[in-house]
């Protein structure tokens, strides 16, 4: 096995610190809307508490989630059966620089650059009670899962393509 090596470029190194800060993100407040009330401990509570009282997140409700938005508990559902695990692939193969990165690090980016289309038309245009500040601060607060998995999906294509068309052009010689 190679040694381990630490992120070689700058958006290499913006990719491993998302991933790795995502696996806390997502067993410590992501999954806390899926719990029932009383499974949830209280400082998880306290911070769902923040999340939905202070900073008005109409999707990390608890107890009492709007029908409307099931859609969102959905994805909250894929994120930890799904994501979660991919997390820790991410994070060791961009820790060591694994050169077969690149394809599974551009479907991530694809799945939740979509995936993150209806969560902030929803925050800008959906019907939920919230004044253009609290709209404003939502979208701050979720505008960087579009960004960094579009910035993923824009650094993971060109080795992909490169890849494609290298074995395109060796099966026509074969």
């Known amino acids: 096995m190679a ?8 958006l290499d190194a913006v990719f491993l610190a998302y991933f790795a800060s995502h696996i806390p993100i997502t067993l ?9 009330e009383s499974a949830i401990p209280g400082p ?7 999340l939905t009282g202070v900073l008005r997140d109409p999707f ?14 959905s994805f909250l ?4 059966v799904f994501q979660l695990p991919f997390f820790f692939y991410a994070v060791w193969a961009l820790w060591t620089g694994c050169p077969r990165r690149h394809l599974p690090l551009l479907v991530y980016g694809a799945h939740v650059s979509t995936t993150m289309v209806p969560i902030l038309s929803m925050l800008l ?22 960004v960094i998995p579009l910035l993923i999906v824009a650094v993971s294509y060109p080795p992909c393509a490169r890849a ?11």
Do not use: S
């Not at 040694?3 to 070689?8: F, S």
């Not at 998880?44 to 923040?50: D, H, I, M, V």
């Not at 559902?77 to 930890?80: A, D, M, Y």
């Not at 494609?164 to 074969?174: C, F, I, Q, S, V």
């Open 3 to 10: 040694p381990l090596q630490p992120a070689r470029t700058c």
């Open 28 to 36: 410590l407040v992501d999954v806390v809307p899926l719990l029932p």
């Open 44 to 50: 998880l509570r306290a911070l769902n508490g923040f």
């Open 60 to 73: 990390m409700v608890v107890g009492r989630p709007r029908a409307d938005l099931a859609w969102f508990r």
């Open 77 to 80: 559902v894929c994120e930890l």
């Open 125 to 146: 245009c959906g019907a939920i009670d919230r004044t253009c500040r609290e709209r404003a601060l939502l979208v701050a607060m979720y505008m960087p899962y579009l």
């Open 164 to 174: 494609l068309a290298a074995a395109h052009a060796k099966r026509k010689t074969e």
